[in-house]
């Protein structure tokens, strides 16, 4: 189908100026004396057209086509396309780098401050879960074992950081608590709403984490090598500050792994976000997916499959699925404009693996889960030191 933006677009990249500025670019109107002003990364605009539907203007693709440099070579048409490249803002960059690990262990004291304390009426005190929950994200974002981690917490326990140091014993028992699995998920939230400010598109996605245990059946019965136990991590995250608003830890196979037995939790997580889009792959496509969304205020872009018709789904319950699949079917580029969101959340599980490593090291399923969880509360913490830094955000979370 013809997309009727992008014509334009290239008659005005042809016949009207086009001009370089700092924030982006100047193309003049194509019926009027007017000049609009296109973004750097070309994903938005400030003609009523963009502003009012949210899609891709006739501008924007002006300046696309406008990128292609052509040359004629013995009468020939050669077109070379200039690669579009997004600038890093390297001071930002820096300062969240060199004042990473103070500003995480702040950050990480406030949100561990939020942590209610059990009463005890009788008997010797203990560790107190506050030590206990900041110990064991601090252990999980160091990468040390728990026996060579114990000289971090005494430089913690100088600075205050912690009231008394609890033992590696006592932090592998924390670990292995299946209290803490909704506590982490709750502080996973937590640390998310402090950029729900900026945050209204999402995208849903799944990975693996592998173990340090082995499944000794593929070798005992049919003699292959052996293969180690993964969990599955299902994240929704947001696309633009790539913070994980809610999460949720599976096996690898089995019931309840599916990717849309997943969806519905993670997406009703986001009450108190303001949810324009939820994109996901294939494998989250249901009726189900998309009533979740527009429960929430927002609108799903979840691909169909080939052999998908229009009476999979019929009555009440399926109409916002056909309107949707007809919107696929009819307009798929822009669809799949909204649809390539998706591809944050490959950046969000890279982010999580290059720094705190794919590998569990724990020994026990609950111990696994949470050491999983705080892999993905670590990854939030340091998103936002950087936003911190890049947005001006207040991230006290002691508000909360």
């Known amino acids: 189908m013809i997309n009727q933006r992008e014509e334009r677009g290239k008659v005005i990249a042809q016949t009207r100026a086009i001009t370089k500025v700092n924030n982006g670019y100047l193309v003049s109107s194509q019926n009027s004396n007017k000049k609009y002003l296109v973004s750097e990364h070309l994903d938005n605009c400030n003609c009523p057209d963009c502003q009012m539907r ?13 990128l292609q440099k052509a040359t ?14 997004y600038p890093q803002a390297w001071s930002v960059y820096n300062k969240s780098q060199e004042t990473e690990k103070t500003r995480f262990l702040e950050l990480l004291k406030d949100l561990s401050a939020t942590i209610k304390e059990p009463s005890y009426e009788f008997g010797r005190p203990k560790i107190s879960q506050k030590d206990l929950f900041f110990s064991s994200a601090l252990k999980v974002y160091t990468q040390f074992s728990l026996r060579r981690f114990m000289s971090d917490l005494d430089e913690c326990k100088k600075k205050e950081f912690i009231e008394k ?23 996973i939230t937590k640390t998310a709403e402090t950029l729900k400010s900026v945050e209204t598109n999402f995208a849903v996605d799944s990975s693996g984490f592998r173990t340090n245990s082995f499944n000794q059946y593929c070798q005992e019965k049919h ?39 997943s969806f519905k939790p993670l997406v009703q997580n986001l009450e108190n976000f303001d949810v324009k889009e939820v994109t996901a792959d294939g494998a989250y496509n249901s009726r189900e997916s998309y009533n979740v ?16 018709t229009a009476t999979c789904h019929t009555g009440n319950q399926g109409r916002l699925w056909r309107k949707m699949f007809h919107y696929f079917q009819y307009n798929k580029e822009e669809f799949m404009k909204h649809y390539h969101l998706r591809s944050n959340s490959e950046t969000v599980f890279h982010m999580i693996k290059s720094k705190f490593n794919d590998t569990l090291k724990s020994k026990t399923y609950t111990a696994q889960v949470n050491e999983l969880l ?27």
């Open 165 to 187: 140091k609890p033992c590696f014993a006592s932090i592998g028992h924390f670990m292995q608590e299946e209290t803490l699995t909704p506590l982490l998920k709750e502080m």
């Open 72 to 85: 004629t070579e013995n009468g020939e048409t050669k077109v070379e396309t200039k690669r579009l490249t």
């Open 223 to 261: 003699g292959t090598t052996k293969k180690n136990i993964w969990l599955k991590a299902h994240l929704l995250s947001g696309v633009k500050t790539n913070i994980v608003c809610s999460a949720e830890i599976t096996k690898s196979y089995g019931k309840g792994t599916g990717d849309i037995s």
């Open 54 to 66: 949210q899609v891709r203007c006739k501008h924007a693709f002006a300046v696309e086509y406008y």
């Open 293 to 308: 969304v527009a429960e929430q205020g927002g609108q799903a872009y979840i691909p169909y499959s080939k052999n998908t």
């Open 374 to 400: 705080f892999k993905i509360l670590c990854h939030n913490i340091v998103v936002m030191i950087h936003e911190t830094n890049e947005l001006g955000i207040d991230t006290n979370l002691c508000k909360k």
